[in-house]
C-alpha cells in the first residue's frame, strides 16, 4: 500500500466518503470538542469524534474524561496504523 501524501495524514488506514460536507459538521461540533480535532495527530472525521463525544457524554462522562477517551481512541488508532505499516514493510 503506498502511503498518502496530503493534508489526510501519511497513515495505510483506508480513508471513506463523507455523507455531508465535513465543514459543516466540524462547524456543528463542540468547542472542546474542535479544540481537540485542531490538536490531533490524525485526520479525524467530525462524524467519528462526534460518534465518541456523544456516546461519553451520554454515558455522564464529565467533558475531560471524553477527551481522553478521545486520545486513547487516537493512540489504538496509531497504533493498528504502525502494526499496518510494519507489516508491509
Known amino acids: 500500500m503506498t502511503r ?4 489526510r495524514g501519511a ?3 483506508p480513508t471513506r466518503r ?4 465535513p465543514m459543516v459538521a466540524y462547524d456543528r461540533l463542540p468547542a472542546a ?13 467530525p462524524q467519528s469524534c462526534q460518534r465518541i463525544w456523544l456516546k461519553a457524554r451520554k ?15 487516537e493512540q489504538k488508532t ?3 496504523a504502525r502494526a499496518l505499516d510494519s507489516a508491509t514493510c
Not at 18 to 21: A, H, I, Y
Not at 33 to 39: D, M, N, S, T
Not at 59 to 73: I, K, N, S, W
Open 4 to 7: 498518502r501524501i496530503s493534508n
Open 11 to 13: 497513515v495505510p488506514l
Open 18 to 21: 463523507r455523507q455531508e460536507d
Open 33 to 45: 470538542l474542535r479544540a481537540w480535532v485542531q490538536q490531533a495527530q490524525l485526520p479525524w472525521s
Open 59 to 73: 454515558a455522564g462522562l464529565p467533558v475531560e474524561d471524553v477527551l481522553r477517551r478521545l486520545d486513547a481512541a
Open 78 to 80: 496509531l497504533a493498528r
